[in-house]
């Protein structure tokens, strides 16, 4: 098992070049069962690396380009009457899928977005009074630009807080940014690619974090950064008990991904700045958006227990 | 914290540090000469006035030539960098120019320092009351502002930090109380730093000439206060004795050479009066008694002549307990006093001789000899009057014919002089007669302004006897305490002892002047008052008598110790009682690292720490990893082994650097 993911890891990091951590973080959400928000400026691998995932994973995969006229029909699907039945046909939308890309998500209007993300939520859709499930697993990979940028609608702090990381990929390091210009095309790889596990193989992944051990010691830590975050006068407000369990959740994943079945402090501080850091504002009105700082803030203001 | 030290300064932060400096420093102004108080007060301006501008810091060179002008301007005040207040002057001027220079949070947590160390020079002046209650004030308002400036974000309400300042300074009057009653006094004055500096203090010299206790009544200072354990005598019988006088030249009287130790042939009364006696500072070493001193205070004797002398001038407020008897017969009388109390000036005129002439002719004994002359005062028209005129070479025959308008001396010195014609031995008493009973505490406030001079007869039979010719011209000055009112008076006038306490507001403005002096005196006696023998005092009373100064010094110390060492185990016990035995290993393993520079940062994780070792010192990675992956197992894994624990334990324990 452990095998797979590491041949996981290492299958990425041919297609995204000098991004180990941030694979590594993308698939810790996907075993957490989490949804995964990526922020970036256009033209770092986002897309490439929704796309990625999907296909080592051995997921079906669609994608919905994200439009300022995008309507919740769009992506939910549409009931159209059949003539020759003489009833209406649910035709389903896109998110019938297992993993799910919605590319630039804060380019549609927030009715499009909130299509979305009740049915991110809720794992299932309702349309025309019937509600449907979804299939299992199901992701969602959202990618979006940074908030500054113009033509976007800023997701609000609620539907933030359904996505259980945030990560960006930023630019590669020289070398790895030479590498890749003087390689193949990442397309033609990526369809080249062979799925590494089985999506079963992923469901029980899935379930073996679940059993990963958390001591005492470590739920004192979690809780230590979390009253810290709601004591502390830089953070606006603290990280919310949900923030808490997601911290929690990640964290263990992260601990399965390297092997381990019990989890550090060092798995927290891992995966804390993309848990929490689209979930904290600064006190100070600043237009930057100060999450990552905040969260690094943080890390070095608690000492582990 | 480094980083919160550079913070500079905001604009709010300055001004209340500017203003509450300027309450810190405000009752210099009545100590310093007025140039090093303008000069302060300039820069607190300049500071305030800088706060309104875009760059609220001054240039370099600004401050630079506000230093020389500071410095001239103490050199010009004070030539010679020796007393004290040439050192407070020092201090209140570098004090303005570092509120110029204040930039950082730094620099405010030193002028606030310099602050509080500024409100304690005000105590090497006064002692009062008020100005402690003062000195409180501005200390809270000195701690607000540190409270304020440590804070993240600026408060609200100015109330805030003053609560909580107010709440800290509460939290440390237990150690206040503690330290002032156990911390060793010194038994000399602890500020007397004032080396020939002499403050004016008024009060009885060691001569008389007509004028000088009449100008010593003008002033409504303080002399003593006495506090009554008898009920307090009546003031015909309030004759406080001060230093008496033998040798006169014809104008001015002198103490004389001291008389030699004798044995007395003293006979006393029953009657006994008790009391405490809280003396102001007068340079002198006299100590004042009523008629006359049985028991003494310690470091004093007693003269023959029945003054109470110290053996060190008086510099500092002490407080005495003595007792006195009213009724006494001092006996015979000694050669040498004999000899002094005949002796004759130069200068008797021959109508001087002619009246005690005509005294004797009428009366037998000597003491119709004093009627007489009482009577004579009497019936002439002498007058009693603080604004005397003034005398020529011979005081006592201008005083006795031409003027007769004089004060208590006038009165005692001619008539010890008539006396002495007369052939009775005779001598000037001075000291202070009366006083003012405080109703509020009832005790005895006695001023300059009850000065007195009174003059004593050697009479067969009775001893030395008291007679006071003031009495007989002036019989309201012994009667009731003696208020008067100066303004527009003119030479010569008499006093008008006819002062109804109709005047409603007056004699409120008494009642109140009156509480204020109560709660001053219990000032005075129990804070003040606390001296190294009260102390020693309270020692004996709980049984540490053995801890007298020096030991008590160490004592303190001891203690001290103790309770810190005790503190500190009751919350290094608490600390270690939360940390279980793996986490316990585990920090000593960090601690032996520690030692060799390799520390662990509170936020940094086992597995990080053991790759940074490693790192390090890559001749321990064995030991270190075994360490780290026990500790892991045992603190975040499953296991919970104790034998696994017992490892671990003795591994660290094993652990070299």
């Known amino acids: 098992m452990d095998n797979a993911l590491e041949r996981l890891i290492e299958q990425a990091g041919t297609i995204i070049l000098g991004k180990q951590p941030v694979i590594r973080l993308a698939i810790t959400c996907l075993l957490a069962r989490g949804h995964l928000l990526i922020e970036d400026v256009p033209g770092v691998g986002k897309t490439t690396l929704a796309h990625l995932l999907a296909r080592l994973l051995g997921l079906d995969y669609k994608r919905i380009q994200f439009t300022s006229d995008l309507l919740p029909a769009d992506i939910i699907g549409v009931s159209v009457y059949q003539r020759e039945e003489g009833r209406f046909h649910f035709h389903p939308g896109p998110i019938f899928t297992q993993l799910l890309l919605a590319d630039e998500i804060n380019r549609a209007t927030p009715k499009a977005q909130s299509a979305l993300l009740e049915a991110m939520e809720e794992k299932q859709v309702t349309a025309e009074g019937e509600t449907r499930k979804l299939p299992e697993p199901f992701f969602v990979i959202a990618t979006q630009n940074p908030a500054h940028q113009i033509g976007t609608f800023p997701l609000p702090e609620s539907q933030l807080d359904r996505f259980l990381m945030r990560i960006s990929l930023g630019y590669p390091d020289a070398r790895s940014e030479r590498a890749l210009l003087a390689g193949r095309d990442p397309r033609e790889l990526l369809d080249e690619m062979e799925p590494c596990i089985t999506p079963v193989q992923l469901q029980a992944l899935q379930k073996q974090v679940d059993q990963v051990h958390v001591a005492d010691a470590l739920l004192d830590y979690c809780q230590m950064l979390l009253s810290f975050s709601r004591s502390n006068p830089r953070f606006n407000h603290g990280l919310s008990p949900r923030a808490g369990l997601a911290l929690l959740r990640n964290a263990k994943a992260w601990a399965l991904l390297d092997g381990r079945f019990q989890v550090l402090p060092e798995d927290v501080q891992a995966v804390l700045p993309a848990t929490v850091s689209h979930r904290l504002h600064s006190s100070e009105d600043t237009a930057v958006d100060e999450g990552e700082n905040l969260a690094h803030f943080l890390l070095s203001a608690v000492p582990i227990p | ?657």
């Open chain 2, 1 to 657: 914290m480094i980083g919160g030290l550079q913070l500079h300064l905001s604009r709010r932060e300055l001004n209340a540090l500017a203003i509450v400096l300027f309450l810190a420093v405000a009752p210099h102004f009545f100590n310093l000469s007025i140039w090093i108080g303008l000069f302060f007060a300039a820069t607190v301006a300049l500071r305030l006035v800088l706060n309104r501008q875009k760059n609220p810091f001054p240039g370099r060179w600004l401050v630079f030539l506000l230093m020389l002008i500071g410095l001239v301007n103490l050199f010009i005040q004070y030539p010679i960098p020796l007393f004290r207040s040439a050192a407070v002057a020092l201090l209140v001027s570098m004090l303005g120019l570092k509120l110029l220079e204040v930039r950082r949070r730094r620099d405010l947590y030193v002028a606030v320092f310099l602050g509080y160390f500024t409100l304690i020079t005000q105590f090497l002046y006064r002692q009062d009351m008020l100005l402690a209650g003062y000195a409180l004030l501005v200390v809270l308002a000195l701690t607000a502002i540190l409270v304020e400036t440590s804070r993240h974000s600026p408060s609200r309400s100015l109330l805030s930090p003053l609560w909580q300042s107010f709440s800290l300074l509460g939290q440390a009057i237990p150690v206040m109380i503690i330290l002032f009653l156990f911390f060793p006094r010194l038994s000399g004055p602890l500020w007397n730093l004032g080396l020939g500096e002499q403050s004016g203090v008024t009060g009885l010299s060691d001569k008389i000439r007509p004028g000088s206790i009449s100008q010593l009544s003008q002033s409504k200072e303080v002399a003593f206060r006495a506090h009554f354990q008898d009920p307090i005598p009546p003031p015909q019988q309030r004759y406080w004795r001060g230093p008496v006088f033998w040798d006169s030249d014809g104008v001015e009287w002198d103490l004389g050479a001291e008389l030699q130790p004798r044995a007395l042939s003293l006979s006393i009364g029953e009657q006994q009066i008790n009391y405490s006696v809280i003396l102001e500072p007068t340079n002198q070493k006299w100590l004042f008694a009523l008629d006359l001193p049985d028991r003494l205070p310690p470091r004093t004797r007693v003269t023959p002549e029945f003054e109470l002398v110290r053996d060190d001038p008086i510099t500092q407020r002490i407080s005495y307990q003595i007792s006195s008897r009213p009724v006494y017969n001092t006996g015979e009388i000694a050669d040498d006093e004999w000899i002094r109390g005949l002796a004759l000036p130069d200068n008797i005129t021959p109508r001087m001789q002619q009246l005690v002439a005509d005294w004797k002719k009428q009366s037998s004994n000597t003491a119709g000899i004093v009627d007489q002359a009482l009577a004579y005062f009497r019936q002439q028209p002498f007058y009693y009057t603080l604004l005397p005129p003034l005398l020529g070479q011979n005081p006592a025959d201008q005083f006795l014919f031409e003027s007769r308008r004089g004060f208590c001396e006038h009165y005692a010195t001619s008539f010890t002089l008539l006396m002495r014609i007369a052939g009775i031995p005779a001598r000037v008493v001075t000291g202070y007669q009366g006083g003012e009973v405080n109703p509020m505490g009832d005790y005895l406030i006695v001023r300059q302004s009850d000065a007195h001079a009174w003059t004593e007869v050697w009479l067969e039979g009775q001893g030395w006897v008291r007679v006071d010719p003031t009495a007989a011209v002036a019989p309201e000055r012994i009667e009731r305490t003696f208020d008067f009112d100066l303004t527009g008076d003119t030479i010569g006038t008499p006093i008008d002892f006819n002062l109804q306490e109709s005047d409603f507001i007056k004699s409120i403005a008494r009642q109140l002047r009156w509480g204020a002096d109560a709660l001053n005196t219990g000032w005075h006696r129990w804070v003040l008052g606390y001296t190294h023998d009260r102390q020693s005092q309270l020692m004996q009373l709980l049984g540490m008598g053995f801890l007298k100064g020096r030991y008590l010094a160490i004592g303190m110390v001891v203690f001290t110790t103790l309770v810190m060492l005790g503190i500190g185990i009751y919350l290094w016990r608490n600390g270690q009682e939360k940390i279980d035995p793996i986490k316990a290993a585990y920090l000593r393993f960090c601690r032996k690292l520690a030692r060799r520079g390799i520390v662990r940062q509170p936020a940094e994780g086992p597995r990080d720490f053991a790759l940074r070792v490693n790192q390090a010192r890559p001749d321990l990675q064995q030991q270190t990893d075994q360490i780290t992956r026990l500790y892991i197992a045992l603190r975040y894994g499953r296991v919970d082994a104790p034998e696994k624990r017992q490892k671990l334990q003795r591994l660290v324990r094993g652990f070299r650097v």
